[in-house]
C-alpha cells in the first residue's frame, strides 16, 4: 500500500513543480507513516512547517556566504571566518530544530515525532529517486 501511495506523489511527467501540492503529498505521506490523527496533524504540522521555512532561510544564509566566500586572493584569516560564519549558521538551524522537536513532543507522542522523521526522510528519498528515474526516461 505505501508503494501505491508513493506512486501517486509523483508529479505528472511535464508538470510544473508546486509547492503546495509538495506540501500536501508530504503532509499525506507523514501522515500515513506515522499514523497522525487530523487533531494530531493540526497540532504537528504548523510546528513542523514553522521550522522548516526558518531552517530554510538559514540554509539560504549559509548557501550565500559559501557562494560569495572570499575572493580566491583572500587571507587565510578571511577564509577562517567564513568557516566559523557557516559552522555558526549551521549550529542555529541544529539548534533550532532542538527547540522545535521539543515543541512537538509535547504537541503529540514522542513516537510519533520520531516516525514523522524517519518518513519525511523516506518521502524526500522517494521524491528524488522518482526525480531521477524521469530524468533517465528522457
Excluded: W
Excluded at 542555529?92 to 518518513?119: D, F, G, H, S, T
Aim: proline share 4%.
Amino acid at each position: 500500500m505505501v508503494a501505491a501511495m508513493a506512486g501517486m506523489y509523483a508529479q505528472p511527467k511535464g508538470e510544473r513543480f508546486s509547492p503546495e501540492q509538495f506540501r500536501v503529498h508530504l503532509e499525506g505521506y507523514i501522515s500515513h507513516e506515522a499514523g497522525l490523527t487530523a487533531s494530531e496533524g493540526k497540532a504537528f504540522f504548523p510546528l513542523f512547517h514553522e521550522m522548516k521555512e526558518k531552517q530554510h532561510k538559514l540554509q539560504d544564509k549559509i548557501f550565500r556566504l559559501k557562494r560569495n566566500g572570499p575572493a580566491s586572493n583572500a587571507s587565510d584569516k578571511d577564509f577562517a571566518t567564513a568557516v566559523l560564519n557557516i559552522k555558526s549558521l549551521e549550529v542555529k538551524k541544529a539548534e533550532l530544530e532542538e527547540q522545535y522537536y521539543k515543541k512537538m513532543c509535547k504537541a503529540i507522542p514522542a513516537r510519533k515525532v520520531y516516525l514523522a522523521m524517519k518518513a519525511e526522510d523516506r518521502f524526500h528519498r522517494k521524491m528524488l529517486r522518482d526525480f531521477k528515474r524521469r530524468g533517465s526516461r528522457k
